[in-house]
């Protein structure tokens, strides 16, 4: 008796007649089928109440047969505990539980007084289901994991590695979605949409710090932001450009994080207005002198990396100069290279301990280079350093 099977909102009406099986007429409003709940075989408590003849009621235990209640032992009634003749007329049926089922529950050991249990059920038939839409609700699927179905199948499902999965049965972290029916070019049907003003925005919490993902301008820019509380924009991306968000604001790259290959149509631009500059005028004659030794540097050279990936016959010649024999020069003119714009030097330190990098802005030394040939030819003439103007 104990393991007779329950679910709740299970209601029909009937006008059978006699002591036999009862044929069910369909759910009463708000309630659900036998058939749409009850799986088949199983043994389950049923009450009869007439409606017509009010005096005329049953308790007891029977199965679902060919969509009609089979009266198998009768626990109750109107007739003195023995199956009713029921007459014709408008009766409900109700899966219910009888009182000898609480009795038999609280003398069964190791019971639980605490929990509600339900059967297991299935995408098809949800063990908590809703009435009306029978095949919407929750299931056991496994062991220690919760299903939800939608129309009779899965929709999601919470996994026994805490993670929930939507479209999928084996998430794969917290939250693991799974949707093939995107449309990129039609901006719908997507895994997930945020809505909402910023396009109800993103965030990402490591410890204090935050990075946040949000939507600007109708939708036509994407903007990233860095930081605490509070946390600043710092790049922008539309249609048409990719920006840091204030002027001169971030890098692109790092000393010790390079990027391989630069693609570009044109080269920089916007770093030659007169009006961001304090104009010093033509290299003297000691940085002339130390550009002279800087051309008879100049060589060809191939990329170390390469030339082990490559092997020295296939890999690159390249022309330039060394960084460290180039900034030599100008301290032997008696020049300091950390005043150049065109000498790089980094520093930085990892877990492989400190580090450091030289390097050069080619373009400004090829000017300056530039600028020594023609005074080498005799079109310019040096600048006068400020002793010797006096």
């Given at each position: 008796?104990?393991?007779?099977f ?8 009937s006008?059978?007649t006699?002591?036999?099986?009862l044929?069910?007429d ?45 009266r ?14 029921f ?27 605490d ?8 995408a ?8 009306g ?83 600007t ?82 060589g ?36 300091d ?36 040939l ?17």
């Amino acid at each position: 008796m104990p393991d007779l099977f329950f679910a709740d909102l299970v209601r029909e009406s009937s006008t059978g007649t006699g002591t036999g099986a009862l044929p069910l007429d369909g759910a009463t409003p708000g309630h659900r089928r036998f058939a749409d709940c009850v799986p088949p075989g199983s043994r389950f408590h049923y009450a009869i109440a007439g409606v017509t003849h009010e005096q005329q009621w049953e308790v007891g235990e029977g199965e679902l047969t060919d969509g009609a209640l089979a009266r198998i032992e009768t626990l109750a009634s109107s007739a003195g505990n023995d199956p009713v003749d029921f007459l014709q007329g408008l009766k409900i049926v109700t899966l219910t539980v009888a009182s000898a089922w609480f009795a038999a529950r609280e003398d069964r050991s190791g019971h639980n007084h605490d929990a509600i249990s339900f059967a297991d059920g299935s995408a098809a038939a949800p063990a908590i289901g809703f009435a009306g839409d029978s095949d919407t609700g929750m299931f056991h699927p496994a062991a220690n994991s919760l299903g939800i179905a939608i129309g009779g199948a899965e929709a999601a499902r919470f996994a026994a590695s805490g993670g929930l999965g939507i479209g999928t049965q084996t998430p794969v972290g917290a939250l693991h979605i799974r949707w093939n029916g995107y449309d990129p070019f039609g901006n719908a049907t997507s895994a997930m949409t945020l809505d909402g003003a910023y396009g109800g925005g993103l965030i990402f919490k490591d410890g204090a710090g935050y990075v946040g993902l949000w939507a600007t301008e109708g939708g036509s820019a994407f903007n990233v932001s860095l930081g605490g509380v509070g946390h600043m924009h710092a790049l922008q991306i539309t249609p048409s450009f990719v920006r840091p968000a204030f002027d001169t604001a971030l890098a692109l790259g790092q000393a010790e994080h390079r990027f391989s290959q630069l693609y570009a149509m044109t080269g920089t631009i916007n770093t030659s207005d007169a009006a961001d500059k304090l104009w010093q005028g033509a290299p003297d004659a000691q940085e002339i002198a130390a550009g002279r030794a800087l051309m008879a540097e100049l060589g060809f050279f191939q990329w170390l990396d390469a030339v082990e990936a490559k092997g020295p016959q296939n890999a690159r010649r390249h022309f330039g100069l060394r960084a460290q024999n180039a900034f030599a020069i100008l301290a032997a003119h008696g020049l300091d290279w950390r005043r150049y714009g065109w000498c790089c030097h980094d520093r930085w330190s990892d877990d492989d301990g400190e580090h450091e990098r030289f390097g050069i802005r080619s373009d400004q030394l090829a000017l300056f280079l530039m600028a020594v040939l023609a005074h080498e030819t005799g079109l310019t003439a040096p600048s006068e350093t400020p002793d010797a103007a006096g």
